[in-house]
Structures are given as structure tokens and as C-alpha cells.
């Protein structure tokens, strides 16, 4: 993972260097304006994407596990619910140190709730399957409510929407899995780790614009 850090940092710092030329009236070369960004502009940004990629990973590792009943459980879980931690930790040079183990602890429901998820459609227990999505679903209003109130730049609604379509994606490749439905799990693995880089540029851009002066 800091391996992926550095070459996605490389990577955006090049682009900054040499922006992209567009090709205009025929072989006219014409050089797009672009912002500069600064390194701790470039940093969050990769830092950010860096930890929800994790997420992602994490989350598909532990549901294999499980589902698999293998026997690192315990120590994928331990690693993902970690995760969680990093997340809050990142939002602490911004919101403090309260406000960042909140987000962990809000975090970490968010992966202990679905565990309960994955166990009831694990065991097609229908009741305690409604009960664990609804208390998931409750988790992200929660995760909403906290974040659009912290920074008044993430816009509710939006924010909203992209957590639930996290969990639908979670749930799907969960649903793929089960039914030894491959092709219809990579795709939703695919789909939720592309949703999850676009929610955390969303994140990024929210604190940029709050705290321009830290960049």
C-alpha cells in the first residue's frame, strides 16, 4: 500500500508538471490552463484515496475469510477495523482529536454491523438480515450527519447517497459470492472501488475548501 501511495503520488505530481495537451484546429497544439496544486494539496488527495482503497480491500478480504470460514478471521478483521482507525486519524490535523476518534468509532460500527450483514445472508436468516441492513443503513445517516456537520462544504444529500451505494455494493458482491456468482462479484468489487476513489476526492475537496489556508 505506501508503494501504491508513492506512484500515485508521482503519478498526480507529473500531471501537474506536464498538464495534457489537446489537440485543436487541425495539428494546432494548445497547452489547458491548470490550477497548481500544492504538495499537501496532492498529498491528501493521495492519502485519502490510498486509505479508502484499503477499505475496499480489507472489507473483500474479511468477507472471503468468513464466508470461507478460513482461519485468519480474527487477524483480517483486526487489520480492516485498523483501517478505520487510519481513516479518523487522517481527519484529526482538521477536526481534532475528539472529532477524529468519532469517525473511527463511527467507522468501525460500519464494519462490525456489516459482519452481522454477511452472517445472516451467510445463514439466509431473512429477519436478522432486515434488522443488521437497517442498523447498517442507520450507521451511514449517522456517518452522513457527522461529516456534513463538521465541514459545511459536503453536501448532505450527496454524501448520503454515495455511502448507501457503498453498502448496495457490498451487499451485491456479498449476494454474487454466495451464489458462486463470479463475474457478477469482480464487477461489483470493480464498481464499489471506483465509487469509493470518487467519495474520497468528494472528502479531499470538502477539507481543501474549508482549510484553504492549510494548502
Known sequence: MKYLSKILFLFLS??????????AEGSKLTVPKTQQ?????????VD???L??????WTEKFVTSFIAGLEDQEQVLARLLKNQDDLGNAIKPYYGEEAGNKLARLLRDH???AGKVVAAAKS???PDFKK?????????DDITNFLSAANPNY???????????HLRLITEGVAAKLNKAWNQNIAALDKNQNHLMHMADFLTNGIIKQFPNKF
Open 155 to 165: 453536501n448532505k444529500k450527496e454524501l448520503n447517497n454515495m455511502l448507501y451505494m
Open 111 to 113: 464494519i462490525l454491523i
Open 37 to 45: 496544486l500544492s504538495h499537501k494539496t496532492v498529498q491528501l488527495r
Open 132 to 140: 443488521y441492513n437497517d442498523e447498517w443503513f442507520k450507521n451511514a
Open 52 to 57: 479508502w482503497t484499503e477499505h475496499a480491500f
Open 48 to 50: 485519502m484515496r490510498e
Open 124 to 126: 439466509g436468516n431473512q
Open 14 to 23: 507529473f500531471l501537474l508538471v506536464f498538464p495534457a495537451f489537446t489537440n
